[in-house]
């Protein structure tokens, strides 16, 4: 039969205070086990004195809180004791009995421990009884015989079984680092059983869950766990350290044998290809594995120089545009800016989408270089017929597959318990797009990677649909092909306004390049995270990719890149925050960097980066701090020096038609403006002007108009 599985964590006297059992519980809580709590208990059994106080963080992580020892009394006259009755009293379902630390400290006896079961039973108390023989028996070869002593002691005390698990613990083996063999264990554990058939019942017997116990670690529990007579494992040193959730996770049952025939059946069912089955395998795995996905900054060492794209001396080669394809990554939804279409579709600048100055871009390139440049567009499955409608009248730019690639979609994975998420009310909530690292395999499974390299094209520039600063360049071009690279990162100085966002950085280990998000941040490196003048580089997203290179790296991986897995919790229909929790397994395309040896980055200007990620990017970059150039890119204006306006617009104006409210007669003019606050409900007249530093203040709640004229380093109160 099979029998649930239980660890246990024995603090015992420990740790010193309890401010560092409450950061030990916050550490578990931040990569909890991935473990199905219907197939495993977790019990601990932290010192008397904390067990009310911690016990909410405890539940909270799906455990149960455990005492390490009960009276055998009632209440009364006991100086020094608590009750089964109290403990259960308090909510507290367990307690260890017969730990050897009382038996060979506190000079509790065979008798004693009979009495406390006895009492645990009337209360309804689980019991987990400690037994086990010290080094002398063991090499006395009288081991079977102190358990079965320590057992049968107890045995006529028992009424309820199901209340009852034994922890089997050599003494030897206690805090001494001198682990069972697992054989050892295993033995033992059997004659245990076996006892209990014969003194009990086979049925008892059958369903008891022992535990073995000392010098349990994430390094030997492994092997341990393997053998049948061998339910969990009480843990004591082990219990004190983050790493304890690995015990839990390889005590449970890999989710992965459990839950991945699910998700394959349901992503086959949905028509997904091979590859984008590998890629959510690879990222399920990661997820379940519990793995620790943190980069601490131990193991970072600060990137000092990279070549700038003002120094580059390559002669340009014109040559190579025919070998290169241009990407725009054209799957975001602008929900997050009332947009329930392609970002790309929102007006930038009179009349003109994204999409219409990309296709303005490219035809402008195609004409400056005298040559045909392949041009192609990732989009999502909510993305792809509005954009191909769009694009239609620009026949010029290519139609069907030869325009488009669209994105996979994955599986969303409801939290509980890792299953496939089921949302039949609308089933098409059980899936999101995997984040845009999903252009690896989405490039691979759709058959596009294949049918470009065949076409002789070797050479990828990708970036976002929302950055209309990042063209071909061809000096850039030149300097990526004769690098030798497999790929490139562009990458911008990070100033204070950036802090909060990811850098790149230098992994110690590999000495190659990576990147770091701040999800991937501990808490306790943030300082550093934030350091500008450390980590002086952030990812542009404008990146550059050698398609042989990306095909020689999916054939050493087995056909799934190995990129870093993020986890997002939503609910299942985003809209209804009361239905069920899920997962959203995503990663990003820059993270790439860490999986190609020699990967390089390159510094650019801030005119290369212009992406609309709110209201306010999209204020400033219609104002006339942006210029629209011939070749149909906005930029930076040059007086500007590299350095956009920061505005900061009301909740309110959070959508873009709110904010188009706020501008009726057109922009304002923000040339000379350094940051403008706009709090409450407010139109601009046709000519205003703000210079420096400008804060507008409506705060009436009724709308009221900011008239035409120069606003310089003031706070207008309306
Ligand atoms: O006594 C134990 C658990 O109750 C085992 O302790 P260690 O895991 O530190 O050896």
């Given at each position: ?32 086990p ?40 009632d ?10 009755a ?40 689980g ?61 033992t ?18 369903k ?28 004591g ?142 989009n ?29 979609k ?66 850039i ?31 110690k ?25 450390k ?6 997203n ?93 930029v ?5 020096e ?22 009726p ?40 108009e ?13």
């Open positions: 039969m099979s029998r649930k599985y239980i660890v246990g964590g024995n603090w015992k006297c420990n740790p010193a205070t309890m401010k560092e059992a409450n950061s030990l519980l916050k550490e578990w809580k931040k990569s909890p991935l473990v199905d709590p219907s197939k495993v208990d977790v019990v601990i059994c932290p010192p008397a004195l904390w067990m009310s106080s911690l016990g909410e963080s405890i539940e909270g992580l799906g455990m149960k809180t455990c005492a390490q020892n009960v009276g055998k009394n209440a009364g006259a006991f100086t020094g004791e608590w009750t089964a109290n403990l259960q009293d308090l909510g507290i379902t367990w307690t260890l009995v017969g730990h050897s630390e009382r038996r060979t400290k506190y000079g509790e006896k065979d008798e004693d421990c009979a009495e406390k079961v006895a009492k645990c039973q009337e209360a309804g108390l019991v987990i009884l400690c037994i086990g023989e010290t080094l002398d028996e063991r090499e006395g070869g009288k081991t079977d015989e102190v358990n079965k002593r320590q057992l049968a002691a107890v045995l006529p005390k028992v009424k309820d079984w199901s209340k009852i698990v034994i922890a089997y613990e050599p003494v030897w083996a206690i805090g001494t680092g001198k682990v069972a063999t697992p054989d050892q264990a295993e033995e554990q059997a004659a245990i059983r076996n006892y209990i058939k014969g003194a009990v019942s086979a049925d008892v017997a059958d008891l869950q022992i535990q073995y116990g000392g010098s349990v670690t994430p390094d030997n529990c492994a092997e341990l766990i393997t053998k049948p007579n061998i339910d969990g494992f009480l843990v040193g082990a219990s004190l350290k983050p790493t304890f959730m690995d015990i839990v996770s390889t005590v449970g049952p890999s989710k992965m044998v459990d839950m991945w025939p699910k998700f394959e059946e349901k992503m086959k069912k949905e028509g997904c290809n091979e590859t984008a089955i590998a890629a959510f395998k690879y990222n399920y795995g990661v997820l379940v594995s519990g793995a620790d996905v943190m980069i601490p900054e131990s193991k970072l060492d600060p990137v000092d120089k990279l070549p700038e794209y003002e120094k580059l001396t390559e002669k340009p080669d014109p040559r190579l545009l025919k070998k290169t394809l241009i990407l725009k990554l054209n799957g975001g939804l602008g929900t997050g800016m009332g947009l329930d279409r392609a970002k790309s579709l929102l007006t930038v600048t009179e009349g003109n989408t994204f999409l219409d100055l990309i296709a303005q871009q490219v035809a402008s390139m195609k004409k400056d270089f005298n040559t045909d440049l392949k041009f192609m567009l990732m999502s499955f909510s993305t792809s017929k509005d954009t191909l409608e769009a694009l239609s009248k620009y026949s010029d730019l290519g139609t069907g597959s030869d325009l488009e690639f669209v994105q996979n994955a599986p969303k994975v409801t939290a509980s318990d890792m299953s496939p998420a089921d949302w039949s009310a609308e089933t098409a909530h059980e899936w999101c797009p995997p984040g845009h690292g999903d252009l690896y395999p989405a490039m691979l499974g759709s058959g596009t990677l294949e049918k470009l390299l065949k076409k002789g094209y070797r050479y990828m520039f990708v970036s976002n649909s929302d950055n209309l600063g990042a063209t071909m360049d061809l000096k071009l030149t300097h990526f092909v004769h690098s030798g690279a497999p790929f490139m990162m562009e990458v911008a100085e990070r100033t204070d306004a950036d802090k909060k966002g990811g850098h790149l950085a230098v992994d280990a590999s000495g190659g390049l990576l990147l770091r998000e701040s999800a991937q941040c501990p808490d306790e490196d943030e300082k550093e995270f934030q350091n500008v003048a980590y002086k580089f952030f990812n542009t404008n990146l550059w990719v050698d398609l042989v290179a990306l095909k020689r790296e999916f054939r050493r991986n087995d056909g799934a890149l190995p990129l870093p897995v993020m986890k997002n919790s939503k609910t299942v229909d985003p809209r209804d925050k009361a239905s069920t929790k899920v997962l959203q397994l995503e990663t990003a395309m820059g993270a790439a960097i860490q999986c190609f040896q020699g990967a390089s980055a390159l510094v650019i200007p801030r005119s290369r980066f212009a992406p609309v990620k709110t209201t306010n990017d999209l204020l400033a970059l219609r104002s006339d701090a942006y210029k629209l150039t011939e070749d149909f890119r906005i930076l204006a040059p007086e500007r590299g350095v956009p306006p920061d505005v900061k617009l009301d909740g309110m104006y959070k959508f873009t038609d709110a904010m188009e409210k706020l501008i007669n057109g922009p304002p003019s923000l040339i000379n403006c350094k940051k403008l606050v706009v709090e409450g409900p407010v139109t601009f007249a046709k000519g205003v002007v703000f210079k420096g530093t400008v804060t507008v203040k409506n705060g009436t709640g009724s709308e009221k900011l008239a035409a004229g120069v606003y310089e380093d003031k706070t207008v109160e309306l």
